[in-house]
């Protein structure tokens, strides 16, 4: 498969964030790439306050030939307001943890204003909750003749977000991507967007090291 069909992203850990051009460095040595189509920076940690110092980095960074885009992953409004005051460089993607039970409309929002990609990390809840068994997404799978998994994943790419699920098996990995031949009705839409429990599986990103 040729390297330009694959888009490759890797984060900047919250302990590197300090010297972001040594760490990329090194993520690119053990990827055995000459170039990312993506870095992140991980987590804003905003106790220990790095963030803008690690922004600067990346924006340096994307001016190699060896990074193709920049962004930041669990970054909350007030982390992303402070890269835009502090360097005025607009993430591309911002990848947070979004699925029906969390589905962060206020930042979706913000992101959206500023043309912010949204990814959608632990998009099926990672396993956490009931979702893939409720009797509604049940149903909608049984008139769609999918699964929950890929009604939930629908729903995601329907609002026009990056969606990432994860699945250590072939035949989910397969599943997960025959999403783009159905439609869910505004009416199902709206019953997911009801689903909403602002209920955040993950650790918080104002407080999280
Ligand atoms: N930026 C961040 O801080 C952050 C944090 C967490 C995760 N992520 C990223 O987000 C991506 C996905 O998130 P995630 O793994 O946490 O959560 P997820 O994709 O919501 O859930 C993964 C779980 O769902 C199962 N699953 C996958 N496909 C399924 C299907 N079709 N039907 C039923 N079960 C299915 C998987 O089991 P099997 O493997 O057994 O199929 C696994 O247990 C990962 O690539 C991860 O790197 C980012």
Redesign the pocket.
């Known amino acids: 498969m040729p390297r330009s069909e694959i888009f490759v992203t890797t984060?900047l850990r919250n302990s590197d964030q300090q010297d972001p051009h040594g760490a990329f460095d090194a993520s690119l040595e053990r990827l055995g790439l000459d170039y990312v189509d993506l870095y992140?920076i991980?987590?804003p940690v905003p106790t220990r306050g790095h963030a803008v110092t690690a922004w600067r980095g990346l924006i340096e960074i994307l001016g190699t030939p060896q990074c193709k885009s920049i962004g930041v992953?669990?970054f909350e409004i007030a982390h992303l307001n402070e890269l835009l005051r502090e360097t005025g460089v607009v993430p591309t993607v911002n990848?947070?943890?979004l699925?029906p039970v969390h589905q962060r409309r206020e930042l979706r929002e913000f992101c959206a204003q500023h043309d912010i990609v949204v990814e959608s990390?632990?998009?099926?809840?990672?396993?956490k909750t009931d979702l893939?068994e409720r009797p509604q997404l049940q149903a909608m799978a049984a008139e769609h003749g999918k699964?929950?998994?890929?009604i939930v994943l629908r729903w995601h790419v329907q609002h026009g977000l990056v969606v990432?699920?994860?699945?250590?098996?072939p035949a989910?990995l397969a599943?997960?991507l025959a999403v783009f031949d159905f439609e869910l009705s505004g009416e199902q839409m709206a019953e997911i967007d009801a689903m909403d429990e602002q209920r955040r599986l993950?650790?918080n990103p104002f407080t999280h090291e």
């Open positions: 984060k992140l991980h987590w992953s669990n990848q947070i943890e699925h990390w632990g998009p099926l809840s990672q396993g893939l699964s929950v998994a890929q990432i699920p994860k699945s250590s098996r989910r599943e997960n993950g650790l």
